[in-house]
């Protein structure tokens, strides 16, 4: 199984943009899988982001479509994710995760996103 | 917007039965939206516990099954354990996008 490794700002201010970077060990970011973020606020449900092939191929929330950014580094052997124009309601906790076939496995351990002033 | 809609909490006794469904806004959930369950303890990442219906990961419990239960998709927990208390998500595809249902807090009394 991949292991995944959230890491980024742990705090965005108000309208600025929120960005993560997920590296991939144990497998290549090249391989037949989706690569996602799942976002989870305080005390709250999960929520899926989006996810992004190695191909560069994207899917998005259609409600977070307009401020959603996903990118490969093959490079670095990871995926990043950004979020503009951030308010309160996206504090939360940042996973990225992998799947395969309609098939979800591995998870990052999660990153917690304030956004606060 | 498409919802999907479980059961916000449930109870069971230890060495009980418990099914956590998944339903779905557009209509009965089928093997084409490749349910899959995961769980989530306080503090720590979801786990994956069930794909495409049915299927277990090599970690997952024997006690875990996955079904389709009268249009929707079905978690049941037979013998269930005191560590079987944590939160149960589902999650659907609907063609170019994911969508989680909101959760079933498992307590286990």
């Known amino acids: 199984q991949v292991q995944l490794q959230e890491s980024g700002p742990g705090l965005v201010k108000p309208s600025g943009t929120l960005s993560l970077t997920c590296a991939v060990s144990g497998g290549s970011i090249s391989s037949n899988n989706w690569w996602s973020w799942v976002r989870q606020p305080p005390g709250k449900g999960l929520e899926w982001i989006g996810e992004?092939?190695?191909?560069?191929?994207?899917k998005y929330k259609p409600s977070l479509k307009s401020r959603v950014t996903m990118s490969v580094d093959k490079s670095k052997n990871q995926f990043s994710l950004k979020l503009s124009s951030v308010t309160a309601a996206d504090t939360a906790v940042y996973y990225c995760?992998?799947?395969?076939?309609?098939?979800?496995?591995?998870w990052g351990q999660g990153a917690l996103v304030t956004v606060s002033s | 917007q498409t919802v999907v809609t479980q059961e916000p909490s449930l109870t069971v006794s230890p060495g009980g039965t418990v099914t956590l469904t998944c339903a779905s806004s557009t209509g009965a959930v089928t093997s084409g939206y490749y349910p899959n369950w995961f769980q989530q303890n306080p503090g720590q990442a979801p786990r994956a516990l069930i794909y495409?219906?049915?299927n277990k990961h090599s970690w997952t419990p024997a006690r875990f099954s996955g079904s389709l239960l009268g249009g929707k998709a079905a978690l049941t927990l037979s013998g269930v354990q005191p560590e079987d208390e944590a939160e149960y998500y589902c999650l659907l595809y609907y063609g170019s996008a994911w969508v989680f249902g909101g959760g079933t807090k498992l307590t286990v009394l």
């Open positions: 995760a992998t799947s395969r076939d309609y098939v979800w496995g591995s």
């Open positions: 495409s219906t049915s």
């Open positions: 992004i092939y190695h191909s560069g191929s994207t």
